[in-house]
C-alpha cells in the first residue's frame, strides 16, 4: 500500500510535464504579440502582410518603416465589460495595453508602402524597389 502511496505522489508530481503543451499553451497567451497574430507573404514584386488587431481603433495603430524594419504599433486603453465591473468575469484573456511587433522586410519602396485597416485586420502592402544594376567599378591602388 505504501508503495502504492510514493507511486501515486511520484506520478502527480510528473503530470504537469505530461501536459507541457497545454502549459506553454496558457503561458504564450500572457504575451503581448498574442494579439498580433500575422501573415507575411513574399513574391518578387512586394511583401503583403496581414495582422488581426480586434477591437483596436484606427487611429490607435501606428506604422513606420525605417532600415529595412517595419514597426506596427497598437494600443488599447482599457476593456469596457459590464462583467468585469460587476465581478461576474470566470476567464478574461483580452488584454489592453501598448503592443508592438517589428518585422525585417528588406528592399522596399517606401513611398509605395499602402495600408487599410478594416474587420480588425491591418493589411500592409510594401513593393519591393527596383534592384538598380551593380556596375564593376576597379579602383586603381596608387
Known sequence: MMANNLMNRRGDMFDMFNDMDRWFNDWNHALPNNNMKTDVAESKAAYDVK????????????????????????HRDSLSDASNQQGDMIMNERSFGRFSRQYRLPNVDRPGITAKYEDGCLKIHLPKAHELPHNDHKIEIQ
Open 51 to 74: 495582422i488581426d488587431l480586434p477591437d483596436i481603433d484606427k487611429k490607435d495603430i501606428t506604422l513606420d518603416y525605417d532600415h529595412d524594419i517595419l514597426t506596427v504599433s497598437a
